[in-house]
């Protein structure tokens, strides 16, 4: 459903990334402490990879090596990809667990649909999402493709 800046950034062999794609980002500062293993951008943050766009006040990401095992974004966070947009004031990435987990209002839109929840998990390497405490609004001509398309 969602392949989001997470997955873009940190897993170079997922078959749901641009791989030969580089990373862009702009914020109104970083500051990276290597004895800790950490890298933090704030103010303004924008992250691109290619049709991907992250937006946020502050990311924050913990590493070993080269690669960034865990991020955390937070203050008005917004995840788009093609036609799928995801908002929330907090987001977390576990590259271990291959999980997203929005909260703070979070929401997921889609050509019209609008599902949205306490707490919305994200299993990306198999594309399981679980909503607690849903409540949505959706196209009933999407939910009608839905269907004849299961069938």
Not at 33 to 58: A, D, P, Y
Request: net charge positive.
């Amino acid at each position: 459903m969602l392949m989001l800046l997470l997955i873009a950034m940190t897993a170079p062999n997922g078959a749901a990334t641009d791989t030969d794609e580089k990373v862009h980002i702009s914020a109104d500062r970083v500051e990276i402490i290597h004895r800790k293993k950490q890298v933090e951008f704030t103010g303004n943050v924008l992250v691109k990879r290619g049709g991907l766009t992250l937006s946020c006040e502050r990311l924050y990401g913990q590493y070993d090596g080269q690669e960034l095992n865990r991020l955390q974004a937070e203050g008005a966070v917004t995840v788009q990809r093609d036609n799928i947009k995801a908002t929330a004031q907090k987001a977390i990435y576990q590259k271990d667990k291959q999980t997203l987990i929005l909260t703070g209002m979070p929401t997921l839109t889609k050509n019209g649909s609008r599902l949205l929840g306490q707490r919305i998990l994200i299993w990306l390497s198999s594309e399981r999402v679980i909503v607690e405490k849903p409540k949505g609004t959706f196209d009933l001509k999407q939910l009608e493709m839905l269907k004849s398309n299961s069938q």
